[in-house]
């Protein structure tokens, strides 16, 4: 095990806002998502995220889920 590769799921939310001209706070208001926990989110705190929030970030965002998270090898 001690040559594992790890890997880590990266969250292109900062990205995304920036390309569709929207801040945390429009992206909260329309997907009824807490601040904080799209905070959580966007700086790869989040253990989690169910896949109706994923859905609803997808459709505000018009993106698919991969656009909104990568695997990436740390």
């Known amino acids: 095990m001690a040559n594992e590769i790890k890997k880590e799921i990266k969250v292109n939310l900062d990205l995304l806002l920036v390309q569709r001209k929207m801040s945390l706070t429009q992206l909260s208001e329309k997907v009824g998502i807490t601040m904080a926990n799209l905070s959580i989110l966007k700086i790869g705190k989040a253990k989690a995220i169910r896949f109706s ?3 609803a970030l997808c459709d505000v965002l018009d993106c698919t889920p991969g656009d909104l998270l990568d ?3 740390i």
Do not use: N
């Open 53 to 55: 929030t994923l859905i």
């Open 71 to 73: 695997l990436e090898t």
